[in-house]
Structures are given as C-alpha cells and as structure tokens.
C-alpha cells in the first residue's frame, strides 16, 4: 500500500521531526540581549547587514550546469536500456555528450569557471 | 518485498545513522590524535564526543540581531532528513533495504543535490557576512561536484541495467564494480568529499572562515549542525560501499557483516585523507570538477559500456 | 532539572573549549597550551565556554574583547593570564579565575572549567549595556514598513549599498572590518575590507594598535642583537622556534589542525639536532601538496615592489637574496647562503621558511660559540629590524594593492604567507634607543 517512496517519504519525515524536536530542548527562557546577538567578524561590530545583493560570481557556471543537468535526464534511462541497445546507443549518446563537452571547452576558454 | 515497514524503517535508518555519527566522532578524534603526535586515551576518544555532546546540550543556543529563524531552525534538520533519505535508500543485506524503489538510484541523487539548499540555508540565515560568504561558496561547490557525482555512479548502474541500488549490488556478484571500472571510486571518492564537505573539500565551514555557516551556532544547534554532516558522511560511505565494493556479497560472513566492513573501510579512508589533505581552493576545485573530473566519468562509461557491448 | 545537572556532570568531563586571545608576549605559550588533550582552541565564541585572556591588551582593544566575550553562550566565563604584565591592566579580570606565574596553566584553565560547568563558578552576565544600536522595528510583521526603512537603519544596522564592480554588474558590497580577535590573524591585526561577492574590492590593514607606547614588551634574543653581541646557536633556534610556529598556525589557516599540532609539538620541543626533521617536515608537506593547493600563484608580490624593504622570507622567497646576515663575519665562518626562491607567491614563502628553519638548526648545530656581529640591525624571523621600524610597518603599504582582487580564501591565505606580527610595532615603541630619545 505504501510503496517504497512512500517509506522513504515516512524517514525523511521523522528525521526531520526528530531533529526538530531535538532543536526545541535548546530553547531559552532568557530573552536574548542586544550586545550577545552582535554577529561575529572578529569583535568588532558590523557596518551593515549581511544580507545584501550578493554577487555569486559563478551564475554562468550555473547555466552550463542547467545544460547538463538536462543531459543526465537523458542518461538515467539511457543506463537502463543500454546493454539491451547495443552499440547504437553508445553512439547516439556519444554524439550528444560530445556537443556538451566542445560546450565546457568554451566556456573553460571564456574563463567561467575562474572567477566562476 | 521491497520495503521494509514505516516504523522497522525509521528505527533501522536511526540506528544506522546514530551509530555511524558516533563512530564517525570516535575515529575522528582518535585519527587527529595520531596525526598531531598525540597521546591516544581510551577515555578520550570513547567518551569524549559524548561529554562533548553533553556540553553542547548544556550550552545555550544563540541567535544574532535579525536571522531567518525558520530557515536556521530548519537546516539541520533537512540535512538530517537528506541524509536519512540517503541511507535508507542503501541495501545492507540480500533484498534487506528500508526503501528499494526501481529509481533507488534517482532517489540517492536528489537527497545528495537538496544538501546544496541545506548548507545555503545554515550559512543564509543568521545573517552573518562569514555564514553567508560560506554559503555562497558552496552553491558554487556544490553546482560543480553534482554532475560528476551522478556520472561517477551512472556507471555502476550499467552492468545492473537498472536503476535500483539492489540489482546494481547483485550485479556485483561476479565481480565488484572497483575492479571492471577502476576509474569509478576514485571518483565517487572525490566527490563524496564534495557532498559532506568533509577535509579537503570543506569550504562552507572553513577555518579562514572562523567557522564558515557555523560561525554564529552554540549549543544544540551545532551539535546537530555536527551530527547531520557527519550522517551525510556514513550515507556517502555506505553508498560506496554498496555501488562500488560489492555491498553484501563476501566469503565467510553474512551479507550485512561484509556491508558493514566496507563501509566503515571507506569512511576510514575519507577521515584520514580529512586530517592529511589541505582544503582546495574554491576556484581551483570548480575547474577540475569541470575540466577534469566530468571528462573522466564520462570516459568511465564509455569504456565500461564498450566492455559490456 | 535532574536532566540537565547530570548533563552538566557529564559535560564537566569533556574537552575544554577555549577561545584564546593571545595578547602581547602570549603568542607561544597560549599556542602551547593548544597541545593538552584537555583543551582545544576554538574558532569563533560561539564554540567556546571559556575565554582566555593572555598577555597584554593595549586599551583600545578593550571594547572588543568585550564584545567576544558578550558573544559566547552561556554558561561562560573569563580566565585571564598576566604573563609578566600587570594583573591590574588586564581588562575582564576577575579574582578567581586567573593564571599566576605558579599556576600550570592548562590545569588552571580546566579547573576553571570544571568549576563552570558544575556550578561552582556561576555563569557570567554580558559585560555591556543592554542597549539596542538603533531600536527600529518596522511596522509589519517582517519589519517592513513604516517610514526610514530604505536607507535607513533596520534592526541596529544599515543595509549594504552598490559599490563598484571590476565585472560591470554593479551589486551590493559589504563593508567589513575583520579583527582584531579573527582566530587566523595574529591578535591586534585589524583588516578593513570591502567584498563584493567573495573578492576583495578593496582592502587595507589598520596600524598596530600595540604601537601606542602602552606595553613594556619583553625582549627576544632578536632585539637584544641590537645592542650586544647574541651567540648564534641562541638566535638560530629561536629563528627556527619562530618558523615552525608559523607553519603550525599556517597549517590551521588551511584546515589541517591535527598536522599543525605535530609540527607545534616539534616546534616547542626543537633542538639543533631537529634540523633533519625540519627537512623531512618540509618533504612531507609537499607530497601532502600543502604548499601548492594552497598557495600556488597566490599573494604573489613582483620584486619590483620589495627592493630595499628587507622583509626576510618574503624578499627571498620573490628572488631577492637580501640577508642582513650575509654581511656578519660570524656567518660567514659558518659557511651561511641566503636561501632564494623565485615564484614569489604563497608556496614559495613556505618553502623558504621551512629551508631557513632547517639552516638555521644546522648553523646552530655548527656554531662553537660564535657570535652575531652587526649592532644595530638584525635579520629577524620576518625581516631587517633596525633602530625605527619593524617588518610590519614596511609590509602594510604593500597590502592594498597585495589584497585588491583576491577571492577571500586567497586573501587569508596571502596575509598568513605574509606572517605578519603587530606585536613588533610595540617592540619598536618600547626601544630602549628610542625612549632615551623621546
């Protein structure tokens, strides 16, 4: 009836609720004061918040990321019926990995990945 | 039948990952006692994590001016339930697995690309420039090691011509995975370092970050912030073991015996190279998992196809 | 609760963690104490129930001690260690919990751990007021609204503003001002970044506070061949002493804490018959690829830009041979060369220093009483110390332009390289030649 996702489902759920009630014996009756929440930089106090429009230098790696998560959708099934296929399997996958990787060779060239 | 009952699993996974955490806070003391040339107690490294663990139970949790307590609150947590996720999805025995969907396979590598969100949300919400600096390296960390990581396994499921992690084992019989494809573990190793961020590859909670995302914890908060990482460490192993040692399959002792062995063999192996190996530069490690480590897994299948054609 | 005393009882047992503040002259003995298997050092005060104040604290150090001390959770407390300075002087000193000259100190700081955790010592409230830095709230419910909210201070503090970008996208920069107590940087050290992402826009370190004329450092054999002839085995050991212990903090800096405590080990117990471990010290952090992972092409400074400053191993390690013991004749007897590298850059400033820790112990092991010649200028562990500067003051105008661009692991990285120490600033201060002067 419940299948083994449904298993899975069921452990993820009671770790997450185990954990979360470990978390709730750390809670304090003493309110927090102003000089104990200052963030840690070293003892000095910060100028600004830390949240802030960060710039995550390595967003064009991500869309080289997207373009491979996309060909691991392909190769999941493809694992499966491979050595049911035969060689024209190896070979259609092979032209596609190819096109993907001459993409890698470019973007190592136009130096995404430092400072990626 | 391929799965075990909701409450025999919740109790197997606990038991794994409690046992394995602790075995991980053992080992680990008792290896950086060995490599600073210290003096190795059996008081030390047995009951010390659990007195630590006591101390951080004792000690009061922290919160800074403005965090996003839900998303501190939830980290652990998810991480926790990533790993447990992660764990069930590992068979110990013939057809003993808490989960073994036909997708086993799929399943693993969605609990290990969810730590990214995990570690993001620990160094994101306390709202701590050190945190979130480690929080942003490891969203490039972890974009780099997630497709390494899936190719370096794709090719054990090959010979399986499945994706459940039962049939990959039992494909093993004749002869395990690290021997047809040697390429495979290595692999598999490096980025299973990636995935905990363990030694060499623990960018997010770095020392040149006084902490990293855990700069702000105290209390049970890092005591379960500690717990989780080192329950994706025993996950990771114990996948290895399974995917690429032969999981059950052994002379002499039952199936779960050998199981146990190789996995505690290779979580060894990764805390050793943690206490031997210096952490990689962030820009250096996103090059090779790139240029270096994806060409190689892809080689890994294609040669490892060609012998099964 | 019955729980939580028998946690409490439990915890009394474990390690000790301790955040140490090695203030002036406490550097070694606060890294010594890191050896005991009953007390570890800690990154940030949010790990540590014990604070350990070492050594002296110039007054403007003070209002951040504390803040780390406001920063640890409770149960908390403060152990403080004169170490030759006044007890009186020592800020957070309580009656209790301090370290004596008689005092072993690391049953001290457990024992004042020991006595935390069970209750004997009760837990200490925070030190400053109570008093919000700015008390705005917003209106709704996640503090939005209501008036002064953009540009304004929400929650005590400003929001980042856009700053300039070497890639064009202009985003927000933080500000940062890290120290004086970042567990990687020497106490004192105070580095005012601004980061944009993770690279450093730009970045400046500030001047030693320890050079206000407050502190009556101690002397090293280093400041005494100023004035007098030192024999050079005493100088030489101390050299190597000094090198080790910058590859053990260098070795944390670059998260191999368990290596760093073995070469801390060999460091406090080094001898002029050591010189052979040095060396295989060296061999085997480079097979660990240490060096190379970790500073291969990073913090590189043309030579261009370091003629004439003498800075010790970093001159060398860019190519330049300057030694201010290339021209003492006690030296020469002993057969000395400078040892030169060519990158310039983090790995060759590792390789250099662990080659002159081993030189060092083999003309201390050679040495039959030879003593060092040229008074008034010396070759320090970090370079020329003369009669009115240190090597850290020469360094700091080289930083800016050192830190401009760098990712910030690789601007740690660089400035551990550098082994910068504002302690010197003090011992230039404190120059007996000078105080006849001033």
């Known amino acids: 009836m419940l299948g083994p996702m449904g298993v899975t489902l069921a452990v993820f759920v009671g770790s997450l609720v185990v954990v979360l009630g470990l978390w709730m014996t750390g809670r304090d009756p003493r309110p927090r004061s102003a000089p104990e929440s200052v963030p840690f930089i070293g003892g000095r106090p910060p100028a600004v918040h830390a949240w802030s429009r960060y710039h995550a230098r390595y967003h064009v790696m991500a869309l080289v990321f997207l373009a491979f998560d996309m060909e691991m959708v392909y190769m999941y099934p493809w694992a499966v019926v491979f050595v049911r296929e035969g060689p024209i399997a190896m070979v259609e996958m092979g032209m596609f990995i190819t096109i993907l990787l001459l993409g890698i060779l470019y973007a190592w060239r136009e130096q995404v990945f430092e400072w990626a | 039948m391929d799965y075990a009952s909701p409450p025999i699993a919740l109790i197997a ?13 053992v080992l680990d003391r008792s290896i950086a006692v060995l490599v600073g040339a210290g003096r190795w107690t059996w008081r030390g490294a047995i009951v010390g994590p659990i007195r630590s663990a006591a101390l951080l139970l004792v000690q009061r949790r922290r919160t800074t001016e403005r965090p996003d307590s839900p998303g501190w609150t939830l980290a652990p947590a998810l991480l926790t339930g990533l790993a447990a996720v992660a764990l069930a999805m590992v068979p110990i025995g013939p057809d003993m697995a808490a989960a073994d969907p036909s997708t086993g396979f799929v ?6 690309v969810f730590v990214m969100i995990a570690v993001f949300l620990h160094g994101w919400s306390p709202n701590s420039a050190l945190a979130m600096h480690g929080a942003y390296r490891f969203g490039a960390q972890a974009l780099s090691f997630q497709i390494p990581f899936l190719l370096a396994m794709l090719a054990t499921a090959l010979p399986a011509e499945s994706l459940s992690i039962v049939d990959i084992v039992d494909a093993q019989e004749p002869l395990w995975n690290v021997v047809r494809q040697p390429l495979g573990l290595p692999l598999y190793l490096v980025v299973g370092v990636a995935v905990s961020f363990w030694g060499p590859l623990n960018l997010p909670d770095a ?50 015996v050998w199981m146990v062995i190789k996995a505690v063999a290779l979580l060894t192996l990764l805390l050793v190279a943690g206490h031997l190996l210096p952490r990689v530069r962030i820009q250096r490690f996103v090059v090779i998992a790139w240029v270096i480590l994806i060409p190689l897994a892809l080689v890994n299948i294609f040669v490892s196809g060609a012998l099964l054609l | 609760m019955g729980v939580r005393d028998a946690l409490a009882h439990l915890a009394g047992g474990a390690v000790a963690p301790v955040f140490a503040v090695a203030g002036g002259g406490a550097r070694e003995a606060v890294a010594e104490l890191a050896l005991s298997p009953s007390v570890e050092l800690v990154d940030s005060p949010a790990a540590a129930s014990v604070l350990l104040v070492a050594g002296f604290l110039p007054s403007d150090l003070h209002t951040p001690l504390a803040a780390l001390h406001d920063a640890m959770p409770d149960p908390r407390c403060t152990v403080s260690w004169p170490l030759g300075s006044d007890h009186g002087s020592m800020p957070l000193s309580s009656s209790r919990l301090r370290i004596g000259p008689d005092d072993e100190p690391v049953q001290a700081v457990t024992r004042a751990y020991r006595a935390l955790l069970s209750g004997v010592v009760a837990t200490e409230p925070p030190i400053q007021p109570d008093v919000d830095p700015n008390p705005w709230r917003g209106v709704g419910p996640y503090g939005q609204g209501g008036r002064g909210m953009t540009g304004g201070t929400p929650y005590g503090r400003p929001m980042a503003e856009l700053g300039p970008d070497r890639d064009g996208l202009r985003l927000d920069v933080l500000p940062l001002s890290i120290g004086p107590f970042f567990p990687r940087f020497p106490a004192g050290l105070i580095l005012d970044v601004v980061m944009a992402g993770d690279l450093v826009i730009e970045g400046r370190v500030a001047d030693s506070p320890f050079g206000g004329g407050e502190w009556r450092p101690p002397v090293g054999p280093f400041v005494r061949a100023l004035s007098e002839p030192v024999p050079v085995a005493e100088i030489e050991l101390a050299r190597a002493r000094q090198h080790l212990r910058w590859a053990s903090d260098a070795l944390i800096t670059q998260g191999l804490p368990a290596f760093a405590m073995r070469v801390r080990r060999l460091a406090v117990t080094l001898t002029p018959g050591h010189a052979s471990s040095v060396r295989a010290l060296s061999r085997r952090l480079r097979l660990l690829r240490v060096p190379q992972w970790s500073g291969a092409g990073v913090g590189r400074i043309a030579p261009e830009l370091l003629t004439g400053l003498a800075l010790g191993p970093v001159s060398r390690a860019a190519g330049l041979g300057e030694d201010a013991r290339a021209a003492d004749p006690a030296y020469a007897e002993l057969g000395f060369e400078p040892i030169v590298a060519r990158d310039g850059d983090a790995a060759a400033r590792w390789d250099v220093r662990l080659a002159e820790a081993a030189q060092s112990l083999e003309l201390a092991a050679r040495a039959r009483g030879q003593r060092t010649g040229g008074v008034g200028i010396v070759e320090g562990p970090r370079g020329r110390l003369g009669p009115d500067d240190s090597p850290f003051q020469r360094l700091q105008s080289l930083l800016p332009d050192l830190l401009a661009g760098l990712e910030w692991g690789d601007a740690v990285t660089a400035l551990a390289s550098l082994d910068l120490d504002p302690e010197e600033a003090g011992t230039v201060a404190a120059r007996p030649s000078r105080a006849e002067a001033a």
Do not use: H, Q
């Open chain 2, 13 to 25: 996974v606990g038991l794994a990952m409690a046992a394995g955490v602790y075995l991980i806070a």
């Open chain 2, 107 to 112: 399943v693993f590598s969605a609990a290990i």
């Open chain 2, 207 to 256: 020392s040149d970050l006084a902490g990293g995302t855990s700069v702000e914890d105290s209390g049970v908060a890092r005591l379960l912030w500690k717990s989780a990482r080192a329950a994706m460490l025993v996950a990771v192993a114990a996948m290895g073991a399974a995917g690429f040692l032969g999981g059950w399959w052994g002379p002499w002792l039952p199936g779960p």
